[in-house]
């Protein structure tokens, strides 16, 4: 069933579509844009098929096929899981795809076809908790990991040469108002890291293999619910869901503890109330140089710089081209961010300006009942 819908009509009722509010980076930003996409051959040749998956409200993980010229999205295939797939994740290697379903409490796990990127299903494990929000991998992609808001746990599960899952190694409860949001292992992937919305804080762990070892609770904001890492992984930047802040932090690679050295509005210049909007997600560039955030209720993808000392500069207000950026993804290539628009069910592609990071959009929104996850990966040449 064809689901690339046209949705121009949202980018033409938002008065702030693509619009930068920063003056001095609009000019750049649209001038810039070229460049952002322009790739050398080979590194082209090395990279296969673009494919966009999207989990979704509506039961399905979405395939689409992916035109870098034209930024065409084409409905390749859907799968339907039974229940409701709102984060996805992948294997280093793009040949398997993981998903937690919020409804059933499971971890699904499916092999990527390398030629057309459609999805076989290889099972599901219990996520060990209630109302999973997340799913991850560790850096060696030895491990599937997923965060449990419902009651507050974790869950750590090995993968099998053939991508399947094996049962839990290592589990940790926070109390059932922890509303644990996300797990994420650090660049060195000798730590793992756990936003905890209820607790107001990041909790961490330090990794042996599928054992994990806990250290202690590190207060971040209002609301911790995701979390990223600079390249070096020297740094971590937290997004606060209640409080609309972002909060920077130094980060000892070797001990894993995090200390705080700024904390900023994730809105651009206060643009809403702080009570009517909603801190959602957070990457950090390739190139280490912005971060970007998210933000529902003003719809919003909100650019820094990343200055002296890893603190933070407002740059850029970008609309998320819809209503309820639950989520967003800088493409490994740093070309192309993708974001979901819950609400208003629109998936929007814009290309990322390679100097000042602000993303600008392009193409034709595709029409997805309650996008929550969205991501491209590369097949195999």
Do not use: W
């Not at 989990?55 to 409905?75: Q, R």
């Not at 936003?195 to 590190?218: H, I, Q």
């Amino acid at each position: 069933m064809k689901r690339a819908l046209a949705l121009a009509f949202l980018l033409a009722c938002d008065a702030g579509a693509g619009a930068v509010v920063d003056a001095s980076t609009e000019a750049s930003a649209s001038d810039a844009a070229p460049d952002a996409i322009a790739t050398d051959a080979s590194d082209a040749a090395a990279r296969g098929p673009a494919r966009v998956y999207v989990g979704a409200s509506d039961g399905m993980i979405h395939v689409f096929a992916f035109d870098e010229t034209s930024y065409a999205l084409t409905p390749v295939d859907a799968t339907p899981t039974g229940g409701n797939p709102s984060f996805l994740a992948f294997d280093a290697a793009r040949a398997h795809l993981y998903a937690v379903d919020e409804v059933n409490s499971l971890v699904l796990a499916f092999a990527i076809d390398p030629k057309t990127g459609k999805l076989t299903s290889q099972g599901s494990v219990g996520s060990r908790g209630q109302g999973p929000a997340h799913v991850g991998l560790d850096r060696a992609s030895e491990l599937v990991m997923t965060a449990n808001y419902g009651n507050g746990t974790i869950a750590v599960f090995p993968r099998a040469q053939d991508g399947t899952l094996g049962d839990a190694s290592a589990t940790h409860s926070f109390g059932a108002t922890a509303e644990t949001h996300e797990i994420v292992a650090d660049p060195s992937n000798a730590f793992v890291l756990v936003p905890n919305k209820g607790l107001d804080g990041v909790a961490v762990f330090r990794r042996d293999g599928g054992a994990l070892s806990y250290l202690g609770l590190t207060p971040a904001g209002g609301g911790a619910r995701h979390i990223a890492f600079d390249p070096p992984g020297t740094h971590a930047y937290v997004v606060d869901e209640n409080a609309s802040m972002i909060v920077a932090f130094d980060f000892d690679p070797g001990s894993g503890a995090l200390s705080q050295i700024q904390s900023l509005s994730s809105l651009y210049g206060g643009t809403v109330d702080g009570a009517a909007n909603t801190g959602a997600e957070i990457q950090v560039t390739s190139d280490g140089k912005h971060v970007l955030a998210s933000n529902r209720g003003d719809d919003s993808i909100v650019v820094f710089d990343i200055g002296p000392g890893a603190k933070l500069t407002p740059k850029a207000r970008v609309s998320s081209g819809g209503q309820t950026p639950r989520q967003f993804q800088i493409e490994e290539t740093g070309r192309f961010l993708f974001v979901g628009n819950q609400t208003s069910g629109a998936v929007v592609t814009m290309t990322m300006d390679a100097q000042s990071g602000v993303p600008s959009p392009v193409g034709t929104p595709v029409a997805i009942t309650g996008p929550e996850f969205v991501g491209l990966v590369y097949l195999p040449p």
